[in-house]
């Protein structure tokens, strides 16, 4: 009798901790994850390599564009959105914050000097060139999964 209950005791605390693993994992923490931008897009930070990248993951529905059609470079116009890496060469700066890559903005076709910070479910991101006086800040909300671009 005491070896049946040992081995319920010991397959209820092994689900308890599969669960505890599972909820951990589901939820992203700091910087990484997906995020809706202020028009609807939605972009995932992940570790690419040694550093921090974002790529868009969802166009929005109101998005005048579908391609990169304001890329400097006329020889990248043409390349879908969905799927556009946006942001590289960040550095971790804690877990909540990242710093000293460059983002892209095909709204524009501009690229600046980034860093980020997440506290809570706002990411707040601020593009400058040269001093961060210089530039413009936003802020994202933290979005749920999404499909896989189109």
Avoid: Q
């Avoid at 909820?23 to 992203?28: D, G, S, T």
């Avoid at 690419?48 to 400097?72: F, H, M, R, W």
């Avoid at 942001?87 to 980034?114: C, I, M, Q, V, W």
């Amino acid at each position: 009798m005491m070896k049946v209950e040992n081995e319920r005791m010991g397959r209820m605390v092994l689900a308890v901790l599969m669960m505890g693993a599972s909820v951990a994992w589901a939820a992203p923490a700091g910087v990484m994850g997906n995020w809706a931008t202020g028009d609807g897009s939605v972009v995932r930070i992940a570790p690419c390599g040694g550093e921090i990248c974002l790529t868009v993951v969802k166009v929005s529905p109101k998005a005048t564009e579908s391609v990169d059609a304001l890329n400097p470079n006329a020889s990248l116009r043409t390349r879908p959105l969905c799927g556009l890496r946006i942001g590289s060469g960040f550095k971790a700066d804690g877990e909540n914050a990242a710093a000293g890559g460059h983002l892209y903005d095909p709204k524009s076709g501009r690229t600046y000097s980034g860093k980020f910070e997440a506290k809570g479910d706002s990411l707040h991101l601020r593009g400058y060139v040269g001093i961060t006086l210089f530039g413009r800040s936003e802020t994202w909300t933290r979005a749920g999964e999404v499909g896989a671009c189109r």
